[in-house]
């Protein structure tokens, strides 16, 4: 790709094509991927992400939320129920991550984050290469997947992140808020 010193946007898009390149799993599949993120906590990002979730399962659509705040996931509390299985399940234990879904208002099948941790969680190689295999499957038997993403960015976040076709950042008008999710964006352009 030859790249014009005034079109602002070549790098991007190599970058871009890159991406596609290294995650074909994705780009494959039926289900459309959005990645819903944050620079700050506490800016109504789960809020937003299982509203979105429920409003697409109104119009007919299959939708799984993952929730992907490990440890710290809320969207099971938000909707007011309780989880037999979590994301730390199909990341730790190697449970199928289709044997480890809720059922939520209106039938939206979703996974929960988890909360209390007795140890701190890390992603190694062998966990996101489990996570990727066994999403590959589900992406075939749903229209969305929505990854309700921890706030901030981490090591461990970028993968799930990279392998949404969409990213979406939620802030508010905070200026801390707003420098954050800028932090976020820039990184992720540049990763």
């Given at each position: 790709?030859?790249?014009?010193?005034?079109?602002?946007?070549?790098?991007?898009?190599?970058?871009?094509?890159?991406?596609?390149?290294?995650?074909?799993?994705?780009?494959?599949?039926?289900?459309?991927?959005?990645?819903?993120?944050?620079?700050?906590?506490?800016?109504g990002?789960?809020?937003?992400?299982?509203?979105?979730a429920?409003?697409?399962?109104?119009?007919?659509?299959?939708?799984?939320?993952?929730?992907?705040?490990?440890?710290?996931?809320?969207?099971?509390?938000?909707?007011?129920?309780?989880?037999?299985?979590?994301?730390?399940?199909?990341?730790?234990?190697?449970?199928?991550?289709?044997?480890?879904?809720?059922?939520?208002?209106?039938?939206?099948?979703?996974?929960s984050?988890?909360?209390?941790?007795?140890?701190?969680?890390?992603?190694?190689?062998?966990?996101?290469?489990?996570?990727?295999?066994?999403?590959?499957?589900?992406?075939?038997?749903?229209?969305?997947?929505?990854?309700?993403?921890?706030?901030?960015?981490?090591?461990?976040?970028?993968?799930?992140?990279?392998?949404?076709?969409?990213?979406?950042?939620?802030?508010?008008?905070?200026?801390?808020?707003?420098?954050?999710?800028?932090?976020?964006?820039?990184?992720?352009?540049?990763?």
């Amino acid at each position: 790709m030859q790249m014009n010193r005034f079109d602002q946007a070549a790098t991007l898009r190599a970058k871009m094509e890159k991406r596609q390149r290294v995650l074909p799993m994705v780009y494959s599949q039926k289900a459309k991927t959005l990645a819903v993120i944050s620079g700050k906590g506490g800016v109504g990002k789960s809020n937003i992400t299982l509203n979105m979730a429920l409003a697409l399962q109104d119009k007919g659509n299959k939708v799984l939320l993952i929730d992907l705040d490990i440890g710290m996931g809320n969207i099971d509390i938000l909707m007011g129920n309780s989880s037999f299985s979590t994301i730390i399940d199909v990341l730790t234990d190697r449970k199928p991550l289709m044997q480890s879904l809720s059922v939520g208002p209106k039938g939206l099948r979703y996974i929960s984050g988890g909360t209390g941790l007795d140890v701190i969680f890390q992603l190694d190689q062998r966990k996101w290469a489990f996570f990727a295999n066994e999403l590959s499957h589900a992406l075939s038997q749903f229209d969305y997947v929505l990854f309700d993403m921890g706030a901030g960015l981490s090591k461990d976040q970028l993968p799930f992140i990279l392998s949404a076709e969409d990213i979406l950042i939620i802030t508010t008008p905070e200026p801390t808020a707003i420098m954050d999710a800028y932090s976020a964006v820039k990184h992720l352009v540049l990763t």
